[in-house]
């Protein structure tokens, strides 16, 4: 389902997602209001991306959106008046939740703004994202929580862990060529760009 927001006292309403044409959204997904969709993205059955109440959100170039994928945010207006703590700023625009290119969100993972997730990144099953910036090439272990911190382009968070110190995010370790998931996102991004564009070729 791809659908228009409904206009409040804290967005505008009406606004149509701008999905490009390469990109696949599955109809037992919803993609609601001011969401962009790069090129290849996949949205999966059960993916919830409802910029019905903080906005806009982007999803960059070949990022994977999967099953039961929740990406919602906090108002970031209110009658009219931006609230920049809503707000992240990249490359001078400010989104709601901005997702880079090559991102994988893994079954049931969550993405609460303001966050951005940035280039390459991995955020495994049920990890949750909120009022954070995490980096490019990082990894997001299963059942991870991230809030209110940066992390450090090239890191993981270990599985279950719960990240709420910057102090916590600075200590966290590098991803080497030993990591046992330091490739893992480059077969995951190839495996759903081919999802993506096997789905629409049999939609035509």
Do not use: W
């Not at 959204?25 to 919803?30: E, F, G, N």
């Not at 209110?78 to 001078?92: F, H, K, S, Y």
């Not at 880079?100 to 949750?128: I, N, W, Y």
Request: net charge negative; proline share 5%.
């Amino acid at each position: 389902m791809i659908e228009r927001n409904v206009g409040t006292d804290f967005s505008a309403g009406g606004i149509l997602p701008a999905v490009d044409k390469t990109a696949y959204v599955h109809p037992l997904a919803a993609v609601i209001g001011a969401v962009r969709l790069g090129r290849n993205v996949m949205v999966a059955p059960g993916a919830s991306v409802r910029a019905d109440e903080g906005q806009p959100f982007f999803i960059g170039d070949d990022a994977n959106i999967q099953d039961g994928v929740v990406i919602h945010a906090l108002e970031t207006e209110l009658a009219g008046q931006p609230i920049p703590a809503n707000r992240v700023t990249v490359d001078g625009s400010d989104f709601a939740v901005h997702v880079g290119k090559r991102v994988s969100l893994a079954h049931q993972a969550q993405l609460h703004g303001p966050c951005e997730v940035s280039d390459d990144t991995f955020v495994g099953m049920k990890a949750f994202v909120f009022r954070s910036r995490v980096g490019s090439g990082c990894v997001l272990e299963p059942g991870a929580m991230v809030m209110g911190v940066t992390i450090a382009n090239g890191r993981y968070v270990p599985a279950g862990s719960v990240i709420r110190t910057q102090a916590a995010a600075d200590a966290l370790p590098l991803i080497t060529e030993d990591y046992p998931m330091a490739r893992l996102n480059e077969g995951v991004v190839h495996v759903n760009v081919q999802l993506a564009r096997a789905y629409r070729e049999r939609d035509k």
